[in-house]
């Protein structure tokens, strides 16, 4: 059944391998042959009717969301805010005149999501729900919904939920700018582009040995860990960072590699693992330069680069696919040294300690 874990040994490797399905089921969903995509009109009306979109989430949504801002600013030309529910609901800043809320929540029950929904409710702002969860809580809350279509996730560790609300949130940004007549809404070509992501996922899924090995080498018995990028790959390394603290227990950090040296840097230490993602060109070289002044102070160092980008010692290469969507293929080997992490390290990967799929309580 599609809960069932098959042959794999856990979950969590089942729904990561699942990705590549989850982009494609979602072409079907939301796509039209004619590349149309196929979002219910009043959402679009509602969002083009408000000045600014706040999107609210917890944990990896709330990584997803990071992304989106991305999307929807360079596609749809729309400002937005994302905020972490459990901040957001008791220290609202102050909101634009005719703010639109969209919750990214894969289970659709986390009590943090839903006071903001509450609170939101109550002020009369319109919203939508992004959850996987048909008939969930904050999808029955909310004005509108959007399914994930990832089928049931059941390693707490979330993966394929990630990507999914990714995917989402890039039709709607189509979507959006579309109706808005942008041209970089126009010309994005959905069908094509997410193909070459659900080529490129599975190219990486067929590349795990070399993660694994270097996950033996350097994450088996480090203390610590650190992600570097910047921009969407500054989201990127926050969402890695804390896959690997779920379920392999190393004290993980995401940063943005520009502010490493402001302070963070006195924490690098001989064989301190530093891994940096390079998909963004205004901001490649630089991570690089960051990269050489943490060897310098002992790191050992794993590059996870875009194939137009990737110079000799490169360790890993992500099939060239659109800038926007390169984090679709980034997020691939992170959650892949997260699993090996957590597997040589002896844990339950599948249910990590302290951790819940989902949180009803704030
Ligand atoms: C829990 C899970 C996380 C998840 C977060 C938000 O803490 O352990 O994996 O990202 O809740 O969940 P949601 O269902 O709202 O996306």
Do not use: C, W
């Not at 999307?71 to 805010?81: C, D, G, H, I, S």
């Not at 994302?82 to 919750?103: Q, R």
């Not at 995917?167 to 041209?183: D, P, S, Y």
């Amino acid at each position: 059944s599609a809960a069932g874990k098959g042959t794999y040994p856990h979950y969590m490797l089942k729904e990561v391998d699942e990705q590549p399905a989850v982009m494609r089921r979602l072409l079907t969903e939301y796509v039209d042959d004619a590349g149309q995509m196929k979002i219910d009109p009043a959402i679009l009306k509602a969002i083009d009717d408000a000045d600014r979109i706040y999107i609210v989430a917890a944990g990896t949504s709330y990584h997803a969301g990071l992304i989106g801002q991305s999307l929807f600013e360079k596609l749809a030309e729309k400002p937005v805010e994302v905020h972490v529910a459990s901040e957001f609901g008791y220290h609202m800043p102050i909101l634009s005149k005719k703010p639109f809320f969209i919750f990214l929540t894969q289970s659709g029950e986390t009590a943090d999501s839903r006071q903001v929904l509450v609170q939101t409710n109550r002020l009369g702002y319109p919203s939508l729900t992004i959850t996987n969860s048909q008939g969930s809580t904050l999808s029955r809350e909310a004005n509108y919904t959007l399914l994930l279509h990832a089928g049931p996730e059941i390693a707490v560790a979330s993966t394929k939920a990630y990507t999914a609300q990714i995917a989402v949130e890039l039709f709607l940004a189509v979507a959006l700018g579309r109706h808005t007549a942008i041209k970089a809404a126009q010309d994005f070509d959905v069908n094509h582009e997410l193909a070459l992501v659900a080529t490129g996922m599975e190219t990486l899924l067929s590349e795990k040995q070399a993660i694994e090995d270097f996950t033996t080498m350097y994450l088996k018995t480090t203390r610590n860990a650190f992600y570097i990028g910047r921009g969407e790959d500054y989201a990127l390394s926050l969402e890695a960072a804390l896959k690997l603290k779920e379920i392999s227990y190393i004290q993980a950090e995401g940063f943005a590699a520009g502010e490493l040296k402001h302070g963070t840097i006195a924490l690098i230490e001989d064989g301190t693992p530093v891994m940096a993602f390079l998909t963004d060109a205004k901001t490649i070289d630089h991570t690089r330069g960051n990269l050489q002044e943490v060897r310098a102070r002992g790191a050992k160092t794993l590059t996870i680069v875009s194939e137009d980008h990737a110079q000799a010692g490169d360790q890993v290469v992500l099939p060239n696919v659109n800038p926007l969507l390169a984090p679709l293929l980034g997020i691939i080997p992170g959650q892949l040294i997260a699993y090996y992490a957590s597997l040589q390290r002896g844990y339950d990967v599948d249910q990590p300690r302290n951790l819940a799929k989902s949180v009803t309580v704030e």
